[in-house]
T-cell receptor, first 110, second 111 residues
Framework: NAGVTQTPKFRILKIGQSMTLQCAQD?????MYWYRQDPGMGLKLIYY???????DKGEVPNGYNVSRSTTEDFPLRLELAAPSQTSVYFC?????????FGQGTRLTVV | TQLLEQSPQFLSIQEGENLTVYCNSS?????LQWYRQEPGEGPVLLVT?????EVKKLKRLTFQFGDARKDSSLHITAAQPGDTGLYLC???????????FGAGTTVTVRA
């Protein structure tokens, strides 16, 4: 009964380093999303995907990249980490109305 | 760009009082959802509304979708400390697959 699984849960990066945030879902959902959430705020859409091989930009895509080679996986790549990317990142998937979220990845860039 | 505006941003009330949170947009949504998020967790769906004018009740929570499908409200009757959390509205439009969120309303219910 995994749902949406995100790894890692926590990460500290130095400025300029790169990393990939992993997201996997086992519900065979077509739509997947990456959001970032700053303290006390709502979720800002970074990228989304409507199916394997199809991705599109959200509200705040700069500094990030995604790929969707399979239905299950939707990794988010940070190429040159900056302090402004310090945030909590959530991955979500949905088939119809309800979105299911992972537990989040707390990223700090120092 | 779909812009969802929530108000108020913060709400602190005494146990037993009522509260209303609003979600407004200039865009028409095919569906609008309300989520509740607790610290350290991802948002969890409370309700989805799809028909203009629709009213849904979930125990002490009442959700309403505006007739024009551009706005929604969440009303909590006799709030309890367990209602404390961040309430988020989110919407999808018929011409794309984005799920956009408002900035959220932080609700604190004092015992």
């Amino acid at each position: 009964n995994a749902g949406v699984t995100q790894t890692p849960k926590f990460r500290i990066l130095k400025i300029g380093q790169s990393m990939t945030l992993q997201c996997a879902q086992d519900m065979n959902h077509n739509y997947m999303y990456w959001y970032r959430q700053d303290p006390g705020m709502g979720l800002k859409l970074i990228y989304y995907s409507v199916g394997a091989g199809i991705t599109d930009k959200g509200e705040v895509p700069n500094g990030y990249n995604v790929s969707r080679s399979t239905t299950e996986d939707f990794p988010l790549r940070l190429e040159l980490a900056a302090p402004s990317q310090t945030s909590v990142y959530f991955c979500a998937s949905r088939r119809s109305a309800e979105a299911f979220f992972g537990q989040g990845t707390r990223l700090t860039v120092v | 760009t779909q812009l969802l505006e929530q108000s108020p941003q913060f709400l602190s009330i005494q146990e037993g009082e009522n509260l209303t949170v609003y979600c407004n947009s200039s865009s028409v949504f095919s569906s609008l959802q309300w989520y509740r998020q607790e610290p350290g967790e991802g948002p969890v769906l409370l309700v989805t509304v799809v028909t203009g004018g629709e009213v849904k009740k979930l125990k002490r929570l009442t959700f309403q979708f505006g007739d024009a499908r551009k706005d929604s409200s969440l009303h909590i009757t006799a709030a309890q400390p367990g209602d404390t959390g961040l309430y988020l509205c989110a919407g999808t439009s018929s011409n794309d697959y984005k799920l956009s969120f408002g900035a959220g309303t932080t609700v604190t219910v004092r015992a």
